[in-house]
């Protein structure tokens, strides 16, 4: 697997238990619920999507400082995101927190058990 068909594979794991929590959500608690299950689910995937898209801009035989920058920036910035998105949704989600947070969390999950499992690398 190439670095980008990794990262494909995360975010369309990310992707799908979002939408498995965010359907159980729906049918045990309603509609409310299930959207900020999306939400939560959003806040996992966007920020890593914007990191990824920073981190290979850079040029494959760049200098390692300037790979080094991209990734301290894009590391940085995807945290302001998180908080942001945080933000936004706790403003419209309030009553449905636990929605939010569980699916926010399980959506992280995806990306440690890749990582710990090591999709994509070559052995």
Not at 35 to 49: R, T
Not at 53 to 61: D, L, Q, R, T
Request: charged share 5%; aromatic share 12%; no cysteine.
């Amino acid at each position: 697997m190439t670095n980008r068909s990794t990262i494909a594979t995360v975010f369309a794991g990310q992707s799908l238990v979002t939408v498995i929590a965010a359907l159980a959500w729906l049918l045990a608690a309603g509609s409310g619920s299930g959207l900020a299950a999306l939400a939560g689910g959003g806040i996992a995937i966007l920020p890593g999507a914007y990191f990824a898209v920073k981190v290979f801009s850079v040029p494959a035989g760049a200098p390692p400082k300037q790979l080094l920058n991209a990734f301290y920036r894009g590391e940085a910035l995807k945290f302001v995101i998180t908080v942001v998105l945080f933000i936004i949704a706790l403003q419209w989600f309030a009553d449905s927190f636990l929605p939010l947070l569980t699916t926010y969390i399980a959506a992280l999950l995806v990306y440690w058990l890749a990582l710990r499992v090591g999709v994509g690398i070559q052995r």
